[in-house]
């Protein structure tokens, strides 16, 4: 038994967590806060807390609302230029993943030279160490599928590129997850984000780096879905489910540091690194079903299979196969069980291409997977995938 853990971040977890920022030890005195180019941080008043609060604290702000659902290396560096210009001492990411891990980035190229994909290890980036520590971060999360408000980890696109990066000193000094603020996430939406936090917690599982403290978070959080991710999709006002799938989630993330993703990740990067337009959440769910299969026809898996569908609701389960199958049926009571590559412009003949970007760009995913997969299998799984 040996496993590493190590989480620098405060969790200010529960229903009005965001009214007590005002109180907190704040890392700085001038904020950048780094939302999204779309308009609902404003739209739902959220934007308008925060400011209220920073007020509050005597903290100055600054705003950076251009970030996009797959977040580019493009805004990373415009956000980086207008920190230092305007004299920021620590960076806000407020809303979803995209824009906490553009926050992050942010803060390494805020006190950084260079380009961002100068410290990136995979595809194109130059693997450099970052030479200076990051601004300090904090995350206040309004979704529950990426887990980045409690792991170090990053995102981000550059051309083609779409590769995740981190490292101890990329993790949020503070993160304030209130499922108060996830209540207007919409139900298509709810569902890709948590479809997204249960493979961070069952790719986590069948990693071989897994070790007992990872598989704690990971089976509570597959769990906690299992149970009421399904809620939060048909009622999204179900305070408990959303707290359900709040708490799996920010689980999930402590998962992707104390053990991680595996290859399921890689391929879809390449597929919303070709689509952009494909939300990360529903490109996951669109091959998890093939993934797993080929995870469970391998015969690594089996007993960790099992648990995975048990913890998922299967009670009976007794095949790695049963968990195909509960995934499944979750994926039906989500109404996430038609979504088409199709729908996106994904087409066949782009298969051996995603590929070979996928082994490129986060071949590392590949190497803690628990079978081998191939180019080959690759291609094999988005075919038997793609409708």
Same mark, same amino acid.
């Given at each position: 038994m040996s496993f590493d853990f190590y989480l620098p971040t405060r969790i200010l977890f529960g229903k009005g967590k965001l009214n007590e920022l005002s109180r907190q030890n704040l890392p700085g005195k001038k904020a950048l806060i780094v939302t999204s180019a779309g308009p609902s941080m404003k739209k739902y008043g959220y934007l308008?807390?925060?400011?209220?609060?920073?007020?509050? =604290?005597?903290?100055?702000?600054?705003?950076?609302?251009? !970030?996009?659902?797959?977040?580019? +290396?493009? &805004?990373?560096?415009?956000?980086?230029?207008?920190?230092?210009?305007?004299?920021?001492?620590?960076?806000?990411?407020?809303?979803?993943?995209?824009?906490?891990?553009?926050?992050? =980035?942010?803060? +390494?190229m805020a006190t950084n030279k260079g380009h961002y994909w100068d410290y990136i290890p995979g595809g194109s980036g130059k693997g450099q160490p970052v030479q200076s520590d990051p601004l300090p971060i904090v995350a206040i999360t309004t979704t529950a599928g990426t887990g980045t408000e409690a792991d170090p980890w990053t995102v981000i696109t550059n051309g083609k590129e779409k590769i995740g990066f981190g490292y101890e000193k990329t993790f949020p000094t503070l993160s304030i997850v209130d499922p108060e603020l996830m209540m207007t996430v919409p139900p298509h939406l709810t569902a890709y984000q948590g479809f997204d936090a249960l493979f961070h917690s069952t790719e986590g599982y069948l990693n071989i780096t897994a070790n007992e403290m990872s598989d704690l978070f990971a089976l509570k959080s597959i769990s906690l879905l299992g149970k009421s991710l399904p809620a939060a999709v048909a009622d999204g006002s179900n /305070?408990?489910?959303?707290?359900?799938?709040?708490?799996?989630?920010?689980?999930?993330? !402590? +998962? /992707?540091?104390?053990?991680?993703?595996?290859?399921?990740?890689?391929?879809? &990067? =390449?597929?919303? =690194?070709? &689509?952009?337009?494909?939300?990360?959440?529903?490109?996951?769910?669109?091959?998890?079903?093939? $993934? $797993?299969?080929?995870?469970?026809?391998?015969?690594?898996?089996?007993?960790?299979?099992?648990?995975?569908?048990?913890?998922?609701?299967?009670?009976?389960?007794?095949?790695?196969?049963d968990f195909v199958e509960a995934l499944h049926e979750l994926q039906v009571q989500c109404g996430v069980d038609s979504l088409k590559m199709s729908d996106y412009g994904i087409k066949p003949e782009e298969f /051996?291409?995603?590929?070979?970007?996928?082994?490129?760009?986060?071949?590392?995913?590949?190497?803690?997977?628990?079978?081998?997969?191939?180019?080959?299998?690759?291609?094999?799984?988005?075919?038997?995938? $793609?409708?």
């Open positions: 308008a807390r925060l400011e209220e609060q920073l007020d509050k =604290a005597n903290v100055e702000h600054v705003l950076f609302d251009k !970030i996009l659902p797959n977040p580019i +290396v493009e &805004h990373v560096m415009e956000g980086a230029a207008l920190a230092k210009e305007r004299g920021c001492d620590f960076v806000i990411g407020l809303g979803g993943g995209s824009s906490i891990d553009s926050a992050k =980035a942010i803060a +390494v /305070e408990a489910a959303r707290a359900d799938v709040a708490l799996a989630n920010t689980f999930a993330g !402590i +998962v /992707e540091f104390t053990s991680g993703c595996i290859s399921e990740h890689s391929i879809e &990067h =390449a597929l919303s =690194a070709f &689509h952009p337009e494909l939300p990360h959440g529903a490109g996951l769910i669109m091959i998890s079903k093939a $993934y $797993y299969t080929f995870i469970a026809k391998s015969g690594t898996s089996d007993e960790r299979m099992v648990k995975m569908a048990k913890a998922l609701g299967k009670k009976d389960a007794s095949d790695p196969m /051996e291409d995603l590929a070979t970007n996928a082994l490129e760009t986060m071949g590392g995913l590949f190497e803690v997977d628990p079978c081998k997969i191939t180019h080959a299998d690759i291609v094999q799984i988005l075919r038997d995938s $793609y409708r």
